[in-house]
């Protein structure tokens, strides 16, 4: 079956480590993408990816790192300078010109 | 002030009941409007997908759009306990299809 898968779903984070969330697709999408979602705030852009080697920030690239080598794998990092790293991170993709995402099931990173 | 507005809720009906939920936006370069349910934990999936203004039914899901008004409805006809998870909007424009603004999400329960 197609679809995204992420891992690992639980993260556990020491203030000043950096940690790396996986993003696979087998959808054959063009396009990938992270989103952070807090508590009553939706979901916000981290960085999205449309081609294989490149990526654009989002509206909250700060403290976060990604990387697009293969068309199907999308990796997070979230750095030491994210301040606030705690959230549930969501990783999705769209095939090029349908703007209908598809989401993986999360991953949910708690510093402690 | 955020690009789309969506009352989080939570809105909670009789099982049975038509379930209204609605979003506001002020770009109105959006063109593309989604609907995601997405249960605790869990990532977002897509209910509904419309381009541009006028309705779409798909069972008992009903999306309207309403661009003069930058006013978006979802409406779920006979409400099952199963219902009972987040609805999030979710718009983007013609010349950026893949960015998605989406809402807060509004929680809704269905009571039995």
């Known amino acids: 079956d197609g679809g995204i898968t992420q891992s690992p779903k639980y993260l556990f984070r020491k203030e000043g480590q950096n940690v790396t969330l996986s993003c696979e697709q087998n959808?054959?999408?063009?396009?990938m993408y992270w989103y952070r979602q807090d508590p009553g705030q939706g979901l916000r852009l981290i960085y999205y990816s449309q081609i294989v080697n490149d990526f654009q920030k989002g509206d909250i690239a700060e403290g976060y790192s990604v990387s697009r080598e293969k068309k199907e794998s999308f990796p997070l990092t979230v750095t030491s300078a994210q301040k606030n790293p705690t959230a549930f991170y969501l990783c999705?993709?769209?095939?090029?010109?349908?703007?209908?995402?598809?989401f993986g099931q999360g991953t949910r990173l708690t510093v402690v | 002030q955020k690009e789309v507005e969506q009352d989080p809720g939570p809105l909670s009906v009789p099982e049975g009941a038509i379930v209204s939920l609605n979003c506001t936006y002020s770009n109105s370069a959006f063109q593309y409007f989604m609907w995601y349910r997405q249960y605790s934990r869990k990532g977002p999936e897509l209910l509904m997908y419309?381009?541009?203004?006028g309705n779409k039914e798909d069972g008992r899901f009903t999306a309207q759009v309403d661009k003069s008004s930058k006013y978006i409805s979802l409406f779920i006809r006979d409400s099952q306990p199963s219902d009972s998870a987040t609805y999030l909007c979710a718009m983007s424009a013609a010349d950026s299809w893949g960015k998605l603004q989406f809402g807060a999400g509004t929680q809704v329960v269905v009571t039995p």
């Open positions: 999705a993709s769209i095939k090029t010109g349908v703007p209908e995402a598809f």
């Open positions: 959808l054959n999408h063009d396009a």
């Open positions: 419309t381009y541009s203004s």
